[in-house]
């Protein structure tokens, strides 16, 4: 059973250690039930993942539990599903109701270990086919209502697969049979596991096995990126990325410098100089398979950032995107002032054929950390920030947000 580290909730009743109970909450020195007014599945979901269980199979209501004694505590409670305690969610007030006993709420939980997925149809073993969810003892489909992208990813990840290359509907997939498990599954696409996205609830649904849900899966080894133009060997052009037998460009919808960085690391480069957009790079032909690749900058791998989907764009090739990008052997440090033979003075970056300073905004030991290891130093003793370092002239490379203040290092001894 999950451990309930809260201890504001719990379960009662001769199944409660299976996650299948009447809910009770302590407030006010006391235990008490919840009326089941209003009581649903989302309030189900977050009882649930609040007493350790991944997900809520139901939504229990009164006469499905045990009749509880003493106070009730809530009446009406309205969880909207995502919140981690049920005192966030809305509620009457403490001890307003009107309900009795044969009205208690309760709960039936469940946990990851009971929930498997799996793929069906002749393409299964390549990453494509009907989605099945095994659960309560029984595989079944997902219903392809608002079936997308996103959750495609999720189920494609928990798989083991990298990433979707597009979510199936009815008709796209083999028809199932049996169980229909799941309906309007509503992922964010970063969820770690299926069941961890919005639904209506455990086999609650109105759809036909001609609606079941599918997804078509890709590994990192079949995507691949190379770069395209005249200064294409220098670090410096068109992004394009093997896919489906083909290469293809990205739009320069919201690229950015975070994008930049994964595609430049995952070229072998130590980092990028900057983001570049359609004009700034030759115009490519032919497929143009991502847009809006929206990266936090730490991926491993671009197709780890989300997007709109392999194909899926409006754009041109007016509209490439490219990248500028750097080797570690292009970039130097140095300490410049008077006490820079100690290991203590203003930090310079040489990038470009220039010397130039980093601006302090943000600059913490951490960053000093790095610098000092970097110069040979074994370590840093403090981050120093403009004024306790004279200043610079000419360039000021590395910035924040264009705040003009010069960083420096102090190291440590060694």
Same mark, same amino acid.
């Given at each position: ?16 250690k299976?996650?299948?109970?009447? @809910?009770? =909450?302590?407030?006010n020195g ?9 009581? *649903?599945?989302? *309030?189900?979901?977050? =009882? %649930?993942?609040?007493?350790?269980y991944?997900?809520a199979v139901?939504a229990?209501? +009164?006469g499905q539990?045990?009749?509880g004694?003493?106070?009730?505590w ?6 909207? $599903?995502m919140?981690?305690?049920?005192? #966030?969610c809305?509620?009457k007030g ?7 006993h044969?009205e208690d709420?309760?709960?039936e ?7 498997m ?5 002749s393409l #299964?073993?390549n ?6 969810v ?7 489909t997902i219903? +392809?209502?608002e /079936?997308?992208?996103?959750d495609?990813?999720v189920?494609c990840?928990?798989?083991g697969?990298?990433d979707?290359v597009?979510?199936?509907?009815? +008709?796209q997939?083999?028809?199932g049979?049996?169980?229909?498990w799941?309906?309007?599954?509503? %992922? ?15 086999g609650?649904h109105d759809?036909?096995? &001609?609606?079941?849900?599918? @997804? ?5 080894a079949?995507?691949?990126?190379r770069?395209q133009?005249?200064l294409?060997?220098?670090?410096t052009?068109?992004?394009e =990325?093997f896919f ?7 739009c320069?919808?919201?690229?950015d410098?975070?994008d ?8 072998? &480069?130590? *980092? ?7 004009? !700034?790079v030759p115009? $490519?032909?032919g ?12 991926? !491993?791998?671009?197709?780890s %950032?989300?997007?709109? $989907?392999?194909g899926?764009?409006?754009c041109r090739?007016?509209?490439?995107a +490219?990248?500028?990008?750097?080797s570690?052997a292009d970039?130097?440090?140095r ?5 820079n ?14 010397w130039g300073?980093?601006? *302090? &905004? ?9 610098v000092?290891?970097q ?12 004024g306790? @370092?004279p200043?610079? #002239?000419g360039r000021i /490379?590395?910035?924040?947000d ?13």
């Amino acid at each position: 059973m999950p451990t309930n580290k809260n201890k504001t909730l719990r379960l009662q009743g001769s199944l409660s250690k299976n996650g299948t109970g009447r @809910v009770e =909450v302590f407030f006010n020195g006391h235990w008490g039930t919840i009326c089941d007014d209003g009581w *649903d599945f989302k *309030d189900a979901r977050v =009882v %649930c993942r609040q007493l350790g269980y991944q997900d809520a199979v139901r939504a229990l209501q +009164g006469g499905q539990v045990p009749d509880g004694s003493g106070r009730i505590w809530l009446d009406e409670v309205g969880c909207k $599903g995502m919140e981690e305690n049920l005192i #966030s969610c809305s509620h009457k007030g403490w001890g307003e109701h009107d309900c009795n006993h044969d009205e208690d709420a309760g709960v039936e939980c469940v946990s990851t270990a009971n929930i498997m997925l799996r793929l069906q149809g002749s393409l #299964s073993k390549n990453g494509t086919g009907r989605v099945e969810v095994f659960f309560n003892g029984q595989w079944g489909t997902i219903c +392809g209502h608002e /079936w997308d992208f996103k959750d495609a990813r999720v189920v494609c990840r928990q798989l083991g697969y990298k990433d979707a290359v597009r979510a199936l509907h009815g +008709g796209q997939v083999p028809h199932g049979s049996e169980r229909i498990w799941l309906d309007k599954v509503e %992922c964010k696409g970063i969820e770690q596991n299926l069941i961890s996205c919005s639904h209506r609830g455990w086999g609650e649904h109105d759809c036909s096995h &001609y609606e079941d849900a599918g @997804v078509e899966c890709i590994s990192a080894a079949n995507i691949m990126l190379r770069l395209q133009g005249s200064l294409s060997k220098n670090g410096t052009g068109r992004v394009e =990325v093997f896919f489906n037998g083909q290469w293809g460009t990205i739009c320069d919808h919201g690229w950015d410098f975070k994008d930049a960085r994964v595609v430049c690391r995952q070229l072998g &480069y130590q *980092d990028a100089v900057r983001a570049l957009w359609g004009g !700034q790079v030759p115009n $490519g032909s032919g497929r143009i398979w991502l847009d809006k690749v929206e990266c936090k900058g730490f991926e !491993q791998n671009l197709i780890s %950032c989300s997007h709109r $989907g392999w194909g899926e764009h409006d754009c041109r090739h007016s509209e490439d995107a +490219g990248v500028e990008c750097i080797s570690a052997a292009d970039i130097k440090l140095r300490l410049q002032g008077s006490l820079n033979k100690n290991g203590t003075g203003r930090v310079e970056v040489f990038f470009n054929g220039q010397w130039g300073t980093i601006c *302090d &905004y943000g600059w913490d030991f951490k960053d000093a950390e790095v610098v000092c290891r970097q110069l040979g130093y074994q370590g840093a003793v403090r981050a120093l920030r403009g004024g306790k @370092v004279p200043h610079g #002239s000419g360039r000021i /490379w590395l910035d924040e947000d264009g705040e003009k203040m010069i960083a420096g290092i102090s190291k440590t001894l060694e």
